[in-house]
Structures are given as structure tokens and as C-alpha cells.
């Protein structure tokens, strides 16, 4: 079983950054991958980017490309999520999610684990 905390979230202006953390415990091996996905109100949940945590590669959806950035800590079992340039449509609850095996999904139908999710919000 694994176990997902995200943090971070909060309110800021467009243009401005934010880290979002998501902690994993309780996973046996580190042969997993990890990945962002939002929802906004309304909306369906979609899929922000991943990485893999055997060989570090990462992925991204086209309307983050450029702007956010996923690493992760090993030593921390921590994955973050640097959001920098936010736009008014990166509104939303961004959750962290995690999957056995090295490939990063994009749907969210391929992660067994989830996070409680954390609220971002991007206003004048």
C-alpha cells in the first residue's frame, strides 16, 4: 500500500511560481512512477506530467511544457512539481498520483494510489 501527501497549494498571481511536494510512504521497491494531474470545477481530471523513479525520465502535457518542472528526492521519497509563469487556466486541484512499474501514464485510470489533493488558484 502506498500512501500519498501533496502540499504546497495556495493562491497566486498570474505569472507567479508555486512547489507542490506529494510525500509517498509504504512503497516496497523504487520501481514506480509518479505523476501530476488536475481538476478544475467542471472539468475532467487531466493529466499534468510524471516521472519514473527508476530512471529519472520525465513527461509533460503540452500546456505545461516549458513552464513546470517534476523532480523528485529519492532520499525523501518526494516528488515535486515546480509551477513557475501561472496562468489563470492552471487553476485547480492538482493531485498527486502513483503507479507500479517505470512507464508514467497519462490517464488517470492507470494509478492504483492517489493523494488527497491540494488546491491551487491563479488571480489577479
Known amino acids: 500500500q502506498v500512501q500519498l501527501v501533496e502540499s504546497g497549494g495556495g493562491s497566486v498571481q498570474p505569472e507567479g511560481s508555486l512547489r507542490l511536494s506529494c510525500a509517498a510512504s509504504?512503497?516496497?521497491?523504487?520501481?514506480?512512477?509518479t505523476a501530476w494531474f488536475r481538476q478544475a470545477p467542471g472539468k475532467e481530471r487531466e493529466f499534468v506530467g510524471g516521472?519514473?523513479?527508476?530512471?529519472?525520465?520525465?513527461r509533460y502535457a503540452d500546456s505545461v511544457k516549458g513552464r513546470f518542472l517534476i523532480s523528485r528526492d529519492n532520499a525523501k521519497n518526494t516528488m515535486y512539481l515546480q509551477m513557475n509563469s501561472l496562468k489563470p487556466e492552471d487553476t485547480a486541484v492538482y493531485y498527486c498520483?502513483?503507479?507500479?512499474?517505470?512507464?508514467?501514464?497519462?490517464?488517470?485510470?492507470?494509478?492504483?494510489?492517489w493523494g488527497q489533493g491540494t488546491q491551487v488558484t491563479v488571480s489577479s
Open positions: 498520483a502513483a503507479r507500479s512499474g517505470s512507464i508514467v501514464a497519462v490517464m488517470p485510470i492507470g494509478y492504483a494510489y
Open positions: 516521472i519514473s523513479w527508476n530512471f529519472g525520465s520525465t
Open positions: 509504504g512503497r516496497a521497491s523504487s520501481n514506480y512512477a
